[in-house]
């Protein structure tokens, strides 16, 4: 058998090629208007995607897109800016009034492509009166700290905006939007994906100020005061400006783990595409599997892989580095520690966990021995939400660098 981390290495690199624009959107790309065809996109595969969309698109074509910074791809007809992201910037202030600006004034006979990707709630600010940039800001850094789901952050997102929850797609109105989509959401529902700024669904704000209390946000009084006013309902989605209006999930977490799983060596299985809650204990529950498998040849007999998609949640105790896979990781490393046989690999499908370069790492039975060889207690990093130092020492993290693509996180153990 090839070395255990190429085989988990090579598996993520088949479910990132499954998200590749290039390799999906030309099947979902609408009819030629009569009028312009106009391309707008949030994410951290924006860029890719107005690529690939130049690439098979056969007529003129204009638009915006906005990424993170250092994603960014080169087009010929469509504009690509870079902003912050996790916290949003003035850069992202900025693009989000240029999307708003470029649907504006369009007719029943233009066409609006909608290229929609995970890291657009952060990347399109656009606080609505009353609220500043920076308190938009501080409740973004209130939102990262809290170990919500992603559909809880961007429900309350989504009412504080002048942008997200659909209102895009309304100020583009009568011209017809058709959203092409890259989901980094647990179940695949559109809406939630980078706030859904042309996308609106049945959220409300009463459902935005139950998130406030459940997850006992200190947000500033301006969106709190914001949040009890009727301006901050968000659009109806049957409201006739949506009617002709259509939206298609291009790639997913469902589709990437399905080729990877195809790849596999040996006897696959996927355990969800699905899986939300605290990292570390997400990381528990595979880890107990994993040893039962090595222990009892049950529930599924060895050698076998298990795959898992999802997005985790890391409840900020301390000032450490890392995201949510490096504590996965760090986590699933002290569950089988002295084990043989186990491998992992944790990573962000698009190339970046957290807060620094890594998309996440690996972990095996010698990984926590390795972490305390090198000086340091890994019960302690785990505390302190410090992943990445305790995968540093252990010369166990994984670089990829932008991949051009985000379906969210990718799991593969092998228990050989």
Same mark, same amino acid.
């Given at each position: 058998m090839t070395e255990p981390r190429d085989i988990l290495a090579g598996l993520f690199d088949k479910a990132v090629a499954a998200a590749l624009p290039d390799n999906s959107i030309a099947a979902f790309l609408p009819p030629k208007p009569k009028g312009r065809t106009i391309v707008i996109g949030a994410g951290k595969g924006a860029a890719q995607l107005a690529q690939a969309v130049e690439k098979h698109w056969n007529g003129p074509l204009q638009g915006v897109v906005v990424t993170r910074y250092g994603y960014g791809a080169e087009c010929k007809n469509i504009k690509v800016i870079e902003a912050a992201h996790p916290v949003p910037d003035q850069a992202g202030l900025t693009a989000s009034q240029h999307l708003q600006d470029t649907v504006k004034d369009l007719s029943a006979d233009d066409l609006v492509i909608a290229l929609i990707c995970g890291g657009g709630s952060a990347l399109l600010p656009c606080p609505p009166e009353g609220v500043s940039l920076d308190d938009e800001i501080a409740m973004n850094k209130a939102l990262l700290a809290?170990?919500?789901?992603?559909?809880?952050?961007?429900? %309350?997102?989504?009412?504080?905006?002048?942008?997200?929850?659909?209102?895009?797609?309304?100020?583009?109105?009568?011209?017809?939007?058709?959203? %092409?989509?890259?989901?980094?959401?647990?179940?695949? &529902?559109?809406?939630?994906?980078?706030?859904?700024?042309?996308?609106? !669904?049945?959220?409300?704000?009463?459902?935005?100020? !139950?998130?406030?209390?459940?997850?006992?946000?200190?947000?500033?009084? =301006?969106?709190? #005061?914001? +949040? $009890?006013?009727?301006?901050? #309902?968000?659009?109806?989605? !049957?409201?006739?400006?949506?009617?002709?209006?259509?939206?298609?999930?291009?790639? =997913?977490?469902?589709?990437? %783990?399905?080729?990877?799983?195809?790849?596999?060596?040996?006897?696959?299985? &996927? +355990? =969800?595409?699905? &899986?939300?809650?605290?990292?570390?204990?997400?990381?528990?529950?595979?880890?107990?599997?994993?040893?039962?498998?090595?222990? $009892?040849?049950?529930?599924?007999?060895?050698?076998?892989?298990? +795959?898992?998609?999802?997005?985790?949640?890391?409840?900020?105790?301390?000032?450490?580095?890392?995201?949510?896979?490096?504590?996965? +990781?760090?986590?699933?490393? %002290?569950?089988?520690?002295?084990?043989?046989?186990?491998?992992?690999?944790?990573?962000?499908?698009?190339? &970046? #966990?957290?807060?620094e370069d890594n998309a996440g790492g690996f972990a095996d039975g010698t990984t926590a021995r390795k972490i305390r060889d090198s000086g340091y207690d890994p019960v302690k990093l785990l505390q302190v939400n410090d992943a990445w130092r305790a995968l540093y020492a252990a010369a166990d993290l994984f670089e990829t660098g932008p991949t051009g693509t985000n379906v969210n996180d990718f799991r593969a153990i092998l228990i050989a």
């Open positions: 809290s170990g919500a789901p992603i559909s809880a952050m961007n429900t %309350l997102r989504k009412h504080v905006s002048n942008i997200k929850g659909g209102r895009l797609a309304a100020l583009a109105a009568p011209a017809r939007v058709v959203t %092409l989509v890259v989901s980094d959401i647990p179940g695949d &529902i559109a809406a939630f994906v980078a706030s859904g700024p042309t996308i609106p !669904d049945h959220s409300s704000r009463k459902d935005a100020l !139950d998130i406030v209390k459940q997850y006992r946000l200190d947000l500033p009084q =301006s969106v709190l #005061d914001h +949040l $009890n006013t009727p301006s901050a #309902d968000a659009p109806d989605p !049957d409201n006739a400006v949506f009617a002709n209006n259509e939206v298609h999930v291009i790639a =997913s977490a469902a589709i990437s %783990l399905k080729a990877a799983q195809k790849a596999a060596p040996v006897n696959c299985v &996927i +355990l =969800s595409d699905s &899986i939300e809650g605290e990292a570390r204990e997400c990381a528990k529950m595979h880890a107990a599997i994993a040893r039962e498998i090595a222990r $009892n040849n049950q529930p599924f007999e060895k050698p076998v892989l298990l +795959l898992s998609g999802g997005e985790t949640t890391v409840t900020l105790r301390g000032n450490g580095k890392g995201g949510r896979n490096s504590e996965f +990781l760090l986590a699933f490393a %002290l569950e089988i520690d002295g084990i043989a046989g186990i491998h992992c690999l944790a990573a962000d499908t698009d190339g &970046i #966990d957290g807060s």
